[in-house]
């Protein structure tokens, strides 16, 4: 009966059979038994069955998952164990499946205390890094410097510009050059705009934006003589500043000159972005560093760093923002809190004058003065401390090429490239550089498809130049509740401080009236199409005398006592809410001072009508 049902095929086996661990098991060693495949029926059920979840052979739980041996509830004990192998399990996978690891990069150590590691020199970095780190190491000779130095955002292309007008721009990596200029004038900063395809050069008079091929794009006119360059990427806005004072916000989506702000401070040479809100410093001759936003005419910060001239300003990027350090001629260095500028938490004396000082993405500071070039790390350049004393050093190498004019952490890379007179060179700072990147926000292995639509991701993202404020945390929070209002049933909603003044006076009750009832009064008496001519015509004497009218003590008392029987909703509500206000303020004071004690609540509040 069995192979009848087969032949005719009653149950149609699928088109595409599924896997069982039937088909794949080894056969056994020994005499041959009959098998499921052996029997046209069970073969033909069995692709339509499985086995139920509770007889499944189940792997054993993670040694970490917990024990319940304690509980005597079979059942209870049976799902709490099944419950907690399961998350062992899921740990182990979300462990595995993580991309963006949060171990601490590793820094250089040494073995006792008598080794430092500054002493170990690039010779033996580069040794015992590996093959393609070791490419950082590099020495470009070149003649037209001091050089000035700018990396793209995810690391992978370099541009440099020379004071005498030599521009270059290149893959490091991979060795291939984009574009080299000879524009034979005085160039002072070169940046790169939304990704290399397009830079901007701050040249002699104008700024000049070029594409990858160095072939000029845009000559903006309106910046004029320029001495430093920076791109907000999330804002699409080129700023600028120039010997004129001016700080200008160029929006280089649209072409428009969203702002142009007058410092007032003269000259400036130095000026950095704050990568967590966007908020541009500047340092100026007389020592003082401004904040600045394009929703304010004025600086946001205004703080005197130091007793000269400001030679360089930096953010860290590893901590949103936090700390700022500023170096200035007069030989000091100084890291700042930005969340409150009472005083500088650290500060130090560098040999020479004229330092340059930049942040990695791991927090080091790199301090370039005199003849050498020295790395500090954190927690120590973040840690308040009193005396002028420099913090530990983590790595020194000199460079016998001055002026030092630039310095720059590539990211995600442990490279430090240092612009001077002689070219650009590169140095091996081990555990400075990001070893994880996020390949939606700065991918350095990206093709030109993931260029262009991370490009237009980015246009289609852009944020508006009124949302750059110190604390961003404002967007999306809530507004804070109003002040005292005139409201009385939706109908106003004035702030009473904002109130004219004999508005606030007739709300408090305290208003005289009597002038509106005398205006009144005077226009009854003489009316008509006349009442224009007859007061143009009026004599001195006649206006003084109407002014004065009404203005007796007997009067105004009589008027007074009028206006108590008027009810006005309004000045009653405000009144009320007023002294409801005094009330809680006395009980406030009276419980801070111990005079009374603080009403317990009650059962029965909630039955109370809220006011």
Same mark, same amino acid.
């Given at each position: 009966?069995?192979?009848?049902?087969? %032949?005719?095929?009653?149950?149609?086996? *699928? @088109?595409?059979?599924?896997?069982?661990?039937?088909?794949?098991?080894?056969?056994?060693?020994?005499?041959?038994?009959?098998?499921?495949?052996?029997?046209?029926?069970?073969?033909?059920?069995?692709?339509?069955?499985?086995?139920?979840? @509770?007889?499944?052979?189940?792997?054993?739980?993670?040694?970490?998952?917990?024990?319940?041996?304690?509980?005597?509830?079979?059942?209870?004990?049976?799902?709490?164990?099944? =419950?907690?192998?399961? &998350?062992?399990?899921?740990?182990?996978?979300?462990?595995?499946?993580?991309?963006?690891?949060?171990?601490?990069?590793?820094?250089?150590?040494?073995?006792?205390? *008598?080794?430092?590691?500054?002493?170990?020199?690039?010779?033996?970095?580069?040794?015992?890094?590996?093959?393609?780190?070791?490419?950082?190491?590099?020495?470009?000779?070149?003649?037209?410097?001091?050089?000035?130095?700018?990396?793209?955002? &995810?690391?992978?292309?370099?541009?440099?510009?020379?004071?005498?007008?030599? /521009?270059?721009?290149?893959?490091?990596?991979?060795?291939?050059?984009?574009?080299? *200029? =000879?524009?034979?004038?005085?160039?002072?900063?070169?940046?790169?705009?939304?990704?290399?395809?397009?830079?901007?050069?701050?040249?002699?008079?104008?700024?000049?934006?070029?594409?990858?091929?160095?072939?000029? *794009?845009?000559?903006?006119?309106?910046?004029?003589?320029?001495?430093?360059?920076?791109?907000?990427?999330?804002?699409?806005?080129?700023?600028?500043?120039?010997?004129?004072?001016?700080? %200008?916000?160029?929006?280089?989506?649209?072409?428009?000159?969203?702002? #142009?702000?007058?410092?007032?401070?003269?000259?400036?040479?130095?000026?950095?972005?704050?990568?967590? &809100?966007?908020?541009?410093?500047?340092?100026?001759?007389?020592?003082?560093?401004?904040?600045?936003?394009?929703?304010?005419?004025?600086?946001?910060?205004?703080?005197?760093?130091?007793?000269?001239?400001?030679?360089?300003?930096?953010?860290?990027?590893?901590?949103?923002?936090?700390?700022?350090?500023?170096?200035?001629?007069?030989?000091?260095?100084?890291?700042?809190?930005?969340?409150?500028?009472? $005083?500088?938490?650290?500060?130090?004396?560098?040999?020479?004058?004229?330092?340059?000082?930049?942040?990695? =993405?791991? !927090?080091?500071?790199?301090?370039?003065?005199?003849?050498? /070039?020295?790395?500090?790390?954190?927690?120590?350049?973040?840690?308040?401390?009193a005396p002028v004393v420099a913090p530990p050093l983590y790595l020194t190498h000199p460079v016998p090429h001055r002026p030092l004019s630039s310095l720059r952490f590539c990211p995600f890379q442990d490279i430090l490239t240092i612009g001077?007179?002689?070219?650009?060179?590169?140095?091996?700072?081990p555990g400075v550089g990001e070893p994880n990147f996020d390949s939606s926000e700065a991918d350095p292995f990206e093709n030109k498809k993931a260029r262009r639509e991370r490009e237009v991701k980015s246009l289609l993202d852009k944020i508006?130049?009124?949302?750059?404020?110190?604390?961003?945390?404002?967007?999306?929070?809530?507004?804070?509740?109003?002040?005292?209002?005139?409201?009385?049933?939706?109908?106003?909603?004035?702030?009473?401080?904002?109130?004219?003044?004999?508005?606030?006076?007739?709300?408090?009750?305290?208003?005289? #009236?009597?002038?509106?009832?005398?205006?009144?009064?005077?226009?009854?008496?003489?009316? !008509?199409? $006349?009442?224009? =001519?007859?007061?143009?015509?009026?004599?001195?004497?006649?206006?003084?005398? %109407?002014?004065?009218?009404?203005? &007796?003590?007997?009067?105004?008392?009589?008027?007074?006592?009028?206006?108590?029987?008027?009810?006005?909703?309004?000045?009653?509500?405000?009144?009320?809410?007023?002294?409801?206000?005094?009330?809680?303020?006395?009980?406030?004071?009276?419980?801070?001072?111990?005079? #009374?004690?603080?009403?317990?609540?009650?059962?029965?509040?909630?039955? %109370?009508?809220?006011?």
């Amino acid at each position: 009966m069995d192979s009848l049902i087969a %032949k005719a095929d009653a149950i149609r086996p *699928l @088109s595409k059979r599924r896997r069982t661990d039937n088909q794949h098991a080894r056969p056994k060693p020994g005499p041959s038994k009959k098998t499921t495949a052996d029997d046209p029926t069970a073969a033909s059920v069995s692709q339509h069955t499985a086995l139920p979840r @509770s007889l499944r052979p189940s792997s054993p739980p993670p040694e970490e998952a917990k024990k319940y041996s304690h509980i005597h509830n079979k059942k209870l004990r049976t799902d709490l164990a099944r =419950q907690s192998a399961q &998350n062992a399990r899921s740990k182990r996978l979300v462990k595995d499946a993580e991309l963006l690891l949060t171990e601490e990069a590793g820094l250089m150590e040494v073995d006792g205390d *008598l080794e430092k590691t500054w002493r170990v020199g690039q010779d033996e970095i580069a040794a015992a890094a590996g093959q393609q780190a070791a490419q950082g190491r590099q020495e470009w000779k070149l003649d037209g410097g001091p050089y000035r130095v700018r990396y793209t955002k &995810n690391g992978r292309h370099i541009a440099i510009v020379g004071k005498t007008g030599h /521009v270059a721009t290149f893959d490091w990596q991979a060795g291939t050059m984009h574009a080299e *200029l =000879q524009l034979r004038e005085t160039c002072r900063d070169i940046t790169f705009l939304q990704d290399h395809s397009h830079f901007a050069v701050a040249q002699n008079k104008y700024v000049f934006i070029y594409d990858r091929d160095g072939v000029e *794009l845009h000559k903006l006119k309106s910046h004029i003589e320029p001495t430093r360059l920076e791109f907000l990427p999330y804002h699409w806005l080129l700023v600028s500043v120039g010997n004129a004072g001016y700080l %200008k916000y160029q929006d280089t989506s649209t072409g428009q000159l969203v702002v #142009e702000h007058r410092t007032k401070l003269g000259a400036c040479h130095t000026m950095c972005q704050n990568p967590h &809100n966007a908020v541009i410093h500047l340092g100026h001759q007389n020592g003082t560093v401004t904040l600045w936003t394009p929703n304010l005419p004025h600086p946001a910060v205004r703080l005197l760093a130091h007793l000269g001239p400001v030679a360089s300003v930096s953010v860290d990027p590893s901590s949103a923002g936090r700390y700022m350090a500023t170096a200035g001629q007069d030989g000091t260095v100084k890291v700042w809190d930005c969340r409150n500028w009472k $005083g500088a938490i650290r500060t130090w004396n560098a040999r020479g004058g004229n330092a340059v000082i930049d942040w990695s =993405q791991k !927090g080091a500071l790199s301090v370039a003065t005199g003849g050498s /070039v020295n790395v500090y790390t954190k927690p120590a350049i973040q840690t308040p401390f009193a005396p002028v004393v420099a913090p530990p050093l983590y790595l020194t190498h000199p460079v016998p090429h001055r002026p030092l004019s630039s310095l720059r952490f590539c990211p995600f890379q442990d490279i430090l490239t240092i612009g001077h007179s002689k070219g650009v060179s590169g140095i091996l700072v081990p555990g400075v550089g990001e070893p994880n990147f996020d390949s939606s926000e700065a991918d350095p292995f990206e093709n030109k498809k993931a260029r262009r639509e991370r490009e237009v991701k980015s246009l289609l993202d852009k944020i508006q130049p009124d949302a750059i404020v110190l604390d961003p945390d404002f967007i999306g929070s809530l507004a804070p509740p109003p002040k005292l209002s005139t409201a009385v049933d939706g109908q106003h909603d004035i702030p009473y401080a904002r109130l004219p003044r004999h508005e606030r006076l007739k709300v408090s009750g305290k208003a005289d #009236e009597t002038e509106d009832g005398d205006e009144d009064d005077t226009s009854d008496g003489q009316g !008509g199409e $006349g009442d224009g =001519q007859a007061r143009k015509g009026a004599s001195k004497a006649e206006k003084e005398k %109407k002014k004065m009218r009404g203005k &007796n003590k007997t009067l105004k008392r009589f008027l007074r006592k009028q206006r108590k029987n008027v009810i006005d909703p309004r000045a009653v509500a405000v009144r009320a809410k007023l002294e409801k206000e005094r009330e809680e303020r006395r009980k406030a004071k009276a419980i801070a001072s111990g005079a #009374e004690q603080p009403r317990k609540p009650s059962a029965l509040d909630r039955f %109370k009508r809220s006011s």
